[in-house]
């Protein structure tokens, strides 16, 4: 049945699966038939930085996929070895002053969307997930990620302060203990520490089986009233949400007051340069 304005049908291991409406270009949102499961990919080259054109696709399609009645949502990336860099540096490096208050609400509005979202949600984690990548990951009910790669929150490291609200969806996962030496290390974990600590809950060889995975977790709600599900999430969830619902104003303030320090300024700009240095070596 169609459920959307459908662009392409393209085959997947589950069913038909259909392409939604997206007509944004840096996130698509793909409908599976059979399973009533939504994928959500990331796609932004080189590596899915969140910019604010990536922020608004998201919000974009986070809202198609809880508009369209899909039985749950998998979020994951095009990139074959990166989920998503986390933010993108150059939107906090010397910014412009009104374009970076549209950034930042845009992923206050990412966060409050994915973290409280009505449907049962899971991360694909096919790639490596620093800071803002693990934020959206743990933002998500279930984590399945591939071998090899890093996720954590770094910020310490960049000499930044995850905000409060990063740090809520963290302490979602994680006990408090792990949680705080984490962030204050700026832990990056490989995918076995990830799982051993609790930040993932499964291991899977490809980025196909992380799909199944996912959907998997998902099919565990099929039997599962819908409405007491997601009234349980959001009750369960509900006071860090209405405390950034609260508080966006402030936060912004703060975030942009701490952003334009000039010691911060110096700081990001020689972890750019590091990174570029690296990409050329
Ligand atoms: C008191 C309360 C105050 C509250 C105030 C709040 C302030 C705090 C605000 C925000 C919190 C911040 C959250 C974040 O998400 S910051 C971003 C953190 N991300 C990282 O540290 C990741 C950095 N990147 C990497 O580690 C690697 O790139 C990689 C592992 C993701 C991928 O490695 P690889 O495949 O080897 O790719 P390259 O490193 O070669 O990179 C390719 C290309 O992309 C550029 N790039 C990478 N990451 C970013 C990024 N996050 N932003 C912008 N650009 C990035 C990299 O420079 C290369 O560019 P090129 O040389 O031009 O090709």
Redesign the pocket.
């Known amino acids: 049945m169609m459920r959307s304005k459908v662009l392409s049908l393209v085959p997947r291991a589950t069913g038909v699966c259909r392409h939604m409406s997206t007509a944004t270009k840096l996130t698509t949102v793909a409908v599976d038939d059979k399973t009533g499961i939504a994928t959500l990919t990331m796609n932004r080259p ?2 899915n ?2 910019n604010l054109d990536l922020l608004r696709d998201l919000n974009q399609s986070i809202g198609e996929v809880e508009g369209n009645k899909s039985r749950g949502l998998i979020l994951t990336s095009s990139n074959p ?2 989920f998503s ?6 939107e ?1 490096y010397k910014p412009d002053k009104d374009r970076i208050r549209e950034f930042w609400t845009a992923l206050q509005d990412v966060w409050l969307a994915l973290y409280g979202s009505s449907v049962p949600t899971a991360a694909a984690i096919n790639g ?1 997930s ?4 693990c ?1 959206l990951a743990t933002s998500c009910e279930y984590r399945v990620m591939l071998p090899k790669f ?1 996720i954590g929150l ?2 310490t ?2 000499g ?4 409060k609200w ?1 740090m809520s969806s963290f302490l979602s996962v994680l006990p408090r203990r792990e949680a705080e030496r984490a962030l204050n290390q700026g832990r990056m974990f490989t995918t076995e520490e990830a799982l051993s600590i609790g930040l993932i809950d499964e291991v899977a060889i490809s980025k196909e089986q992380a799909l199944d995975k996912c959907a998997q977790f998902i099919g565990t709600f099929a039997k599962v009233n819908p409405l007491a599900r997601s009234l349980t999430k959001q009750q369960l969830r509900a006071v860090e949400l209405q405390q950034l619902e609260n508080e966006r104003a402030q936060d912004l303030e ?2 942009l007051f ?2 334009n320090q000039p010691s911060v300024q110096k700081g990001l700009g020689i ?2 340069e590091s ?2 240095k ?3 070596n």
């Open positions: 080189p590596v930085g969140l070895t990166i860099a986390g933010l993108d540096i150059l906090m490596h620093p800071a803002g990548g934020l890093t770094n910020e490291k960049l930044i302060v995850a905000p990063f703060r975030f701490f952003v972890y750019l990174l570029k690296k990409a050329k």
